[in-house]
């Protein structure tokens, strides 16, 4: 039997669960602020680089840098949902959040990290046109198309945020809920529910394999169609040339969905809820940080925007 239980329309401003965190240690506290701080802090100047870079040189105002830069704004903001709570819990050494905090940061996870999901799709669509009808490219991804582009990207994110905070909103849970996580996700508190969540757990999981299965289908059939292209392309220059226009995109496709179906994979099969919790580490923190790296590090335009920009006297 459960602790007495409290019904979600109970719950009030001072109602309170307890993240736990990546580790009990208080020795380890210290560490874990310093090391966070400073890969948050990095993400948030990276992201902010790339959106200024984009912003700034008329030369990267083109499709490709329009999504990127919105990919980069939802970098920061899924990461932005999930560090500085961790941050503030870990200087303070309060475990605490409250059940709307709680069910606001679950909210913003689903939102974000579909709107990442979705970006990429488009973003993949973007090369497909780039190299599969080059001679139309600007005719195609004008830029109202991208801009609806990305307006559909979060509304859908919104529809997906929204159907998982009605999901978590029905669950009740029973008094002093220890999160073994830093911070509220979905699945997670699935699992910590005292409600019967079997229907619960199977929509959520027929949410994720939608709102996730078909953004990443699309991005596979792009390359597909992209690969089937270059094979055509008669020279080995010619191949290289239009393959390397894609060799960022390609790689953070695989970080985000490698970390991502890492984490879910291992919240529906694993028991172990710190194994989940420090797996969610790369999807969260790590892979928002990684991103504007591999596009900065891979092209030309990026580091020569960048480069004027530092340049440019104030």
Known sequence: MCP????PQNRTADSEFLLLGLTGGPELQPLLFGLFLSMYLVTMLGNLLMILAVISDSHLHTPMYFFLSNLSLADISFSTTTV??????LQTHSKSITYAGCLTQATCYSLFGCLDSLLLAVMAYDRLVAICQPLRYLVIMSP??????????FSISLLDSQLHYFLVSQLSFCADVEIPHFFCEPSQLFKLACSDTFTNDILIYFIGAIFGGVPLSWILFSYYRIVSSILRVPSAGGKYKAFSTCGSHLSVVCLFYGTGLGVYLSSAVSSSLKKDAVASVMYTV?????NPFIYSLRNRDIKSALWRMIRRPV
């Open 286 to 290: 790590v892979t928002p940080m990684l």
């Open 84 to 89: 500085p709570k961790m941050l503030v819990n």
């Open 144 to 153: 109202r198309l991208c801009a609806l582009l990305v307006l559909l990207s």
């Open 4 to 7: 007495i239980c409290i019904e």
